[in-house]
């Protein structure tokens, strides 16, 4: 499942991030990796960003983004 696919307030698991490798490192540096749990606070309409929360910050990403970010959904809320 993409993350661009969830809907705000749905937690999931990254599971891999299919990025060239600059860009990769820098979401590996703001906490995104893989087996890291990440909760959907917003998601735009239109193909608007989504927002994420990782750990204890938010995070906007642009839709082409999030598609590129395989995660799985957690039911530990």
Known sequence: MKL???SRGKQCRIK???FP???KRKLLELGLFPGQVIEVVQDAPFGGPVKIKVRDYCLALRRSEADN???????DQ
């Open 4 to 6: 661009s696919q969830l």
């Open 21 to 23: 490798p600059d860009m």
């Open 69 to 75: 970010i395989e995660v799985e959904e957690c039911n």
């Open 16 to 18: 891999e991030l299919n």
